[in-house]
């Protein structure tokens, strides 16, 4: 199941709920919120049948209220979501009959979810949670299970032990702590910071976090009587840090620094000197993001992946623009810069020189051309068209580019002729790719059970034979790409991929060489920026001429004279006007001078645009 078929509800928009909508809304589903306050509400309680699964996030002491109400006007096949800090509740839940998950997210909904953790307490199997789980997963959190029968008495000590010490401090020094505040340290100012977070916010929730920790509090408390007595003896004390050494781990420094920018300032000097130290912080902040790129780049070679991946950078930004009411051009030029100097790092790391662009994304025919060439995902980049990727080679972004330049069926791929004309990029190489379709499914399925039949509409045609004869009775839906055929799949319905892209995606081939004529191969070129030294024995140049009886003649009878074989010609028209052609040629030499001269007496005009040699790898150290 994809996110294109799953409705979202949240039933309570408060700060959680809010935080649950933002995020499943920036990745594209269908969401909405229900809530008592009217201007947080997107629909009425009789609208929410129409939903697959309902975040409950409300209060902990409203829970059972809600799901009343839940269960009066939900669908009954609908996933619930719990998201409560405490599992007592979850016999509410229970008590429903409807299929839910609980989960605990360890995180404030103004705090990132990258590297906090989501604890899983309880499943249900179901497909739509998979998709949720995996949404946390994407977006860098720790998914951790804990067991409900578990999960309270941690959470006595994880949360309310640390809530406690906080709030006890908060009060023993409330008389003086502005006074203190004045002297603090760093480690006092974060304790105060903290103390101030849990106090500012609704009492009410802490209340029943320390309900569950009462045991647990009594307990600690003996043993803050028994520190305070060893406290007395310098030996004794000694052995208390030395027993915690082996445990706790300093790297506190970032923290302690991060302290001096949440002060209060309202002296110029005073703010001068804090953005001194935002400045110090950023880039301390920087190194460490480069840092984490590298140890990236390295677990990336092992696992065969790309280091550039357009739609998770896409989403990135996205996400971080969207939490600010900054500029968002001058924001997204910030963070575009700070990913490139992470991208070039990790190439650096990785001996990576060139980058080579392809039509993505992963699992493509261009990608398997494009790993047979160079034999590593790392350098790619996947494009989602031709233009963008002829446009990368032209500004530099990327040092060569692999474009589809015809089939053995389909004929020229006219678009790219077209962009090849008018760009400044040039032709160095060719390589052949045999094009074998197969019938992909996510499991082993019957084809009188099928009821689609997903893939891009050139393979749809390729193959049409097949679906005819085999595929009647099921609908055929157009999809942009493989992987998005893939990605629709459901238990009912099969893609028409290549073997490469059901391998890499884990897919059943239930039929293999599925196309009309067997032997069909796609040439490609290889592209570049032009400015580089030519080899090859293939010229390809596009030329004019004019508009009189015999004038294409008189170029044929040039090859035609130095007994040069043309292996391709294909005109297009000029723009300029109706009727107006200009024509495509490929033959089999290196022009050299005394051609292109001979040439110019019968042309118009003529461009080369690549002298080549058919190649089997490609260096991009």
Request: proline letters at 2%; aromatic letters at 10%.
């Amino acid at each position: 199941m994809t996110h294109n078929h799953i409705k979202i509800l949240v039933f309570g928009v408060g700060r959680m709920g809010k935080f649950f909508k933002d995020f499943f809304k920036s990745r594209g589903y269908h969401v909405a919120g229900y809530d008592i306050l009217k201007e947080k509400r997107d629909v009425e309680l009789d609208e929410i049948s129409r939903f697959d699964v309902i975040f409950v996030c409300v209060p902990m002491d409203e829970i059972d209220k809600a799901l009343k109400e839940i269960v009066r006007f939900a669908d009954k096949n609908a996933l619930l979501v719990d998201v409560s800090s405490l599992k007592s509740y979850l016999r509410h839940f229970d008590e429903t009959g409807f299929d839910y998950m609980s989960i605990h997210p360890m995180f404030g909904s103004d705090v990132e979810i990258a590297l906090s953790n989501v604890l899983i307490v309880h499943r249900s199997g179901r497909e739509e949670e998979e998709v949720i789980l995996n949404e946390f997963k994407k977006a860098g959190a720790n998914l951790i299970y804990l067991p409900k029968e578990k999960h309270d008495d941690v959470m006595a000590k994880v949360q309310g032990l640390s809530h406690f010490i906080l709030i006890s401090l908060a009060d023993y020094l409330r008389e003086d702590v502005e006074e203190l505040l004045n002297f603090s340290s760093p480690i006092f100012y974060i304790l105060y910071k903290l103390a101030s977070r849990i106090v500012s916010q609704d009492w009410s929730m802490y209340f029943k976090i320390q309900e569950n920790a009462e045991i647990e509090r009594e307990k600690f408390l003996k043993h803050l009587i028994r520190i305070h007595e060893d406290m007395k003896d310098e030996g004794t004390f000694k052995a208390i840090f030395e027993r915690l050494k082996d445990r706790y781990k300093d790297d506190s420094s970032i923290i302690l620094d991060s302290y001096k920018v949440t002060i209060d300032l309202d002296e110029i000097e005073e703010l001068r000197s804090c953005i001194r130290v935002l400045d110090s912080l950023i880039l301390r902040l920087i190194e460490k993001r480069v840092e984490c790129g590298r140890k990236i780049a390295k677990i990336k070679r092992k696992m065969n992946e790309p280091i550039e991946v357009s739609d998770v950078e896409e989403m990135k930004l996205r996400d971080t623009i969207s939490r600010t009411d900054l500029n968002p051009i001058l924001i997204h030029k910030i963070f575009d810069s700070l990913i490139n100097l992470t991208k070039e790092e990790e190439y650096r790391v990785l001996g990576i020189g060139k980058k080579l662009a392809i039509l993505g994304p992963m699992g493509s025919f261009s990608e398997e051309m494009a790993l047979r060439l160079v034999g590593s995902r790392l350098p790619l980049i996947y494009c989602s068209t031709t233009d963008e990727i002829i446009s990368s080679v032209e500004s530099g972004k990327v040092d060569y580019g692999l474009v589809p330049i015809e089939n053995s069926i389909n004929g020229t791929v006219l678009p790219v002729l077209d962009a090849l004309l008018n760009s400044n990029v040039e032709v160095f190489g060719e390589c052949e790719l045999e094009i074998v379709h197969c019938l992909t499914a996510k499991r082993e399925i019957p084809l009188k059970d099928v009821k689609f039949v997903y893939s891009h509409p050139q393979a749809i045609a390729q193959c049409s034979n097949f679906l005819r004869n085999y595929l009647p009775h099921a609908e055929i839906r157009y999809t942009s790409s493989t992987s998005d055929a893939i990605r629709l799949l459901d238990e009912n319905s099969v893609a028409i991929t290549s073997e490469y892209a059901a391998r890499l995606y884990k897919l059943c081939i239930l039929r293999k060489g599925i196309q009309d004529v067997k032997k069909n191969v796609t040439r490609f070129y290889l592209i570049r920026k032009r400015g580089e030294s030519r080899e090859g024995k293939i010229t390809a140049l596009f030329f004019g001429v004019e508009d009189r009886v015999g004038a294409l003649k008189d170029v044929l009878e040039v090859f035609y004279r130095k007994n040069i074989n043309m292996r391709k010609l294909e005109s297009r028209p000029a723009r300029t006007s109706l009727g107006d052609y200009i024509f495509f040629v490929e033959v089999e030499k290196a022009l050299d001078e005394r051609d292109l001269k001979d040439l110019r007496e019968v042309t118009t005009f003529y461009k080369i645009i690549g002298v080549f040699d058919k190649i089997e790898s490609l260096s991009l150290t």
